[in-house]
């Protein structure tokens, strides 16, 4: 790899960088827990890709975002035994070469049991599990790494296998979570992923009698439906079987692959019958022993992963459709107030100190500070609807830049205004004041006079979720210049600046939004902006501004359209 650098000084800091790197890793991994194949992680899971192939599961049979335009990850290629089969919709040539030819391919199935039902069966390793699981001879537990992580071996039967394959045997690192309270009834979301990819071990070296299959990504996401009473639950491989006969590999290895989806539907049936011999009793004491663990750690996270409740009326209000009454918005008022953060679909200030910002020492030890105040205020959010793109709200009559404006008060805004193209177009807006006079905020002073290169290469985003699903709160969390991977337009008028950022203009960025629509209305996120700070004389950095949002609800944004004559 080569990194090209400004100075001989960033380039020292580019090395020391990747050496502390280095070390945290072979600290964080002593023993005889060797490495994975991969080297990026998603917490402590797998490649951020993998799990984004997991969650894109969510898209398929998920409704509840048909309105945002993201390309479908999956493309249906054939149904077999009650089971729909999928695989990745863009595998060109080029993820041809980088992946090996070994492209995912996912089931998706319906089932008769609810999530929790489907998740203990899925996780056991015992003899019970040859009741559905074919391809299954044996398994164990290696190592037990932490409440919700281990090293798991399982030996295949070679009786699914063609006549003339060796058996074969999988050492994986698998990871899981799952939510302990249902209060996805109105939508269809994950509330519990397994996922997994092979690695290797001190401890489980080649097995005689074994060729050693590599799982590049893999796993499960359980969705409920039906109020709970099923379960739809999408099955991804993506498995190199390692055969010596190159020509083999692409017609064979799918073929395999698609056989061991079938499990699927064995996995269907048997959950049709009869359960209350089955669950629980064939877990091995390692596996006890885990969920003892599990249980221990929700109890003393049960703060963090409790979801908000809210009353169910039987109507999906998290489905994009619109009111009868297509009331005319201010601008001022479009969404309440209600820094008490009881009132559902309201805007708030958070906490500064949820956001970590960059130190006064960051430049030399890389630590991040928790933030004591912000440098604005934020005074109104906006959630707007509408046929076509809106862009430039505070040049709207009505608006409260131009309210201020009108009236010769010398305070300045920055506007973000969030663009989420669809059928139905949506903004998520917020206006943040300053008080004081810009020129006394020299690197925000800086931001507004400089050209867009500056600005996205500074503008930097930090979100947190307090309330939602797991997967949520781990997907989005890391600080991101946006303007590195967005679209921004930014418009400067007088007493302003508006950034009108296109989330339409990054496919990752569609996927992420249609799956946090999708249950916006059990949410409470927060979102922070800061000018990101890269030399020692910007140092420490401050947050701009920001705003928390308590379940948005999707149908109750306004009309814009109907604001301008």
């Known amino acids: 790899m080569k990194l090209g650098a400004n100075n001989p000084e960033d380039a020292t800091r580019w090395i020391n960088s990747f050496l502390e790197l280095s070390h945290e890793k072979v600290n964080q991994n002593p023993g005889n827990f060797l490495g994975c194949h991969r080297s990026n992680y998603f917490g402590r899971m797998c490649d951020k890709n993998d799990v984004d192939e997991i969650l894109s599961l969510a898209s398929i049979m998920d409704p509840t975002t048909a309105d945002i335009y993201e390309p479908s990850y999956w493309t249906i290629f054939g149904c077999h035994n009650g089971l729909r089969l999928f695989k990745q919709a863009r595998y060109d040539q080029e993820d041809n070469h980088k992946r090996g030819s070994h492209p995912a391919l996912a089931a998706v199935s319906v089932m008769e049991g609810t999530p929790e039902v489907?998740?203990?069966?899925?996780?056991?390793?015992?003899?019970?599990?040859?009741?559905?699981?074919?391809?299954?001879?044996?398994?164990?537990?290696?190592?037990?790494?932490?409440?919700?992580?281990?090293?798991?071996?399982?030996?295949?039967?070679?009786?699914?296998?063609?006549?003339?394959?060796?058996?074969?045997?999988?050492?994986?690192?698998?990871?899981?979570?799952?939510?302990?309270?249902?209060?996805?009834?109105?939508?269809?979301?994950?509330?519990?992923?397994?996922?997994?990819?092979?690695?290797?071990?001190?401890?489980?070296?080649?097995?005689?009698?074994?060729?050693?299959?590599?799982?590049?990504?893999?796993?499960?996401?359980?969705?409920?439906?039906?109020?709970?009473?099923?379960?739809?639950?999408?099955?991804?491989?993506?498995?190199?079987?390692?055969?010596?006969?190159?020509?083999?590999?692409?017609?064979?290895?799918?073929?395999?692959?698609?056989?061991?989806?079938?499990?699927?539907?064995?996995?269907?049936?048997?959950?049709?019958?009869?359960?209350?011999?089955?669950?629980?009793?064939?877990?091995?004491?390692?596996?006890?022993?885990?969920?003892?663990?599990?249980?221990?750690?929700?109890?003393?996270?049960?703060?963090?992963?409790?979801?908000?409740?809210?009353?169910?009326?039987?109507?999906?209000?998290?489905?994009?459709?619109?009111?009868?009454?297509?009331?005319?918005?201010?601008?001022?008022?479009?969404?309440?107030?209600?820094?008490?953060?009881?009132?559902?679909?309201?805007?708030?200030?958070?906490?500064?100190?949820?956001?970590?910002?960059?130190?006064?020492?960051?430049?030399?030890?890389?630590?991040?500070?928790?933030?004591?105040?912000?440098?604005?205020?934020?005074?109104?959010?906006?959630?707007?609807?509408?046929?076509?793109?809106?862009?430039h709200l505070a040049i709207r009559p009505g608006n409260i830049v131009q309210k201020y404006a009108a009236h010769g008060r010398p305070e300045f805004f920055i506007v973000i205004n969030f663009q989420v193209p669809g059928s139905t177009h949506y903004n998520l807006a917020s206006y943040f004041m300053a008080s004081s006079p810009i020129k006394d905020i020299p690197l925000l002073e800086n931001f507004i006079k400089g050209d867009d290169a500056f600005r996205n290469s500074r503008f930097k985003i930090i979100p947190n979720v307090s309330k939602g699903p797991w997967i949520l709160r781990h997907a989005i969390r890391r600080p991101t210049l946006v303007g590195q991977i967005l679209k921004i337009n930014y418009i400067h008028g007088n007493n302003y600046l508006e950034m009108d950022v296109d989330v339409g203009s990054s496919a990752l960025a569609r996927g992420l939004a249609s799956k946090t629509f999708s249950c916006f209305s059990n949410l409470i996120i927060e979102i922070a902006f800061v000018i990101q700070a890269n030399t020692r004389d910007e140092l420490p950095e401050h947050v701009g501004g920001a705003f928390r949002l308590s379940h948005l609800d999707m149908c109750k944004a306004i009309w814009a359209n109907h604001t301008t004559s």
């Not at 302990?180 to 509330?191: A, D, K, M, Q, W």
């Not at 692409?250 to 698609?258: F, W």
């Not at 011999?277 to 004491?285: G, P």
């Not at 601008?331 to 708030?348: F, K, M, R």
């Open 118 to 391: 489907i998740f203990q069966i899925l996780m056991s390793l015992g003899s019970s599990r040859s009741q559905w699981d074919f391809c299954f001879q044996k398994g164990s537990v290696i190592e037990t790494i932490d409440s919700h992580t281990d090293i798991i071996h399982k030996q295949l039967d070679g009786d699914w296998l063609p006549w003339d394959m060796k058996r074969r045997d999988l050492l994986l690192h698998r990871y899981w979570r799952k939510e302990e309270n249902g209060t996805y009834s109105r939508v269809l979301f994950l509330v519990a992923v397994i996922l997994y990819h092979s690695v290797i071990h001190n401890k489980c070296p080649p097995q005689k009698g074994f060729m050693r299959a590599f799982v590049k990504c893999g796993g499960y996401a359980i969705s409920p439906v039906n109020q709970y009473k099923q379960s739809v639950v999408r099955h991804m491989l993506s498995i190199d079987w390692k055969f010596w006969r190159s020509y083999l590999q692409k017609s064979s290895g799918q073929c395999i692959t698609i056989h061991m989806l079938g499990r699927l539907a064995a996995l269907r049936e048997l959950v049709k019958t009869n359960l209350s011999d089955y669950l629980f009793t064939e877990f091995t004491s390692q596996e006890l022993k885990k969920d003892s663990l599990m249980q221990h750690h929700n109890e003393a996270n049960s703060n963090e992963l409790d979801l908000v409740k809210m009353d169910d009326h039987d109507h999906y209000s998290d489905e994009f459709f619109d009111f009868d009454d297509e009331s005319e918005c201010d601008y001022i008022i479009t969404l309440p107030e209600d820094q008490t953060g009881n009132l559902a679909h309201s805007w708030s200030s958070p906490e500064p100190s949820l956001f970590p910002i960059r130190g006064e020492t960051f430049l030399e030890d890389r630590k991040k500070i928790t933030a004591e105040s912000t440098l604005l205020k934020t005074v109104a959010v906006d959630w707007l609807k509408s046929d076509k793109r809106e862009d």
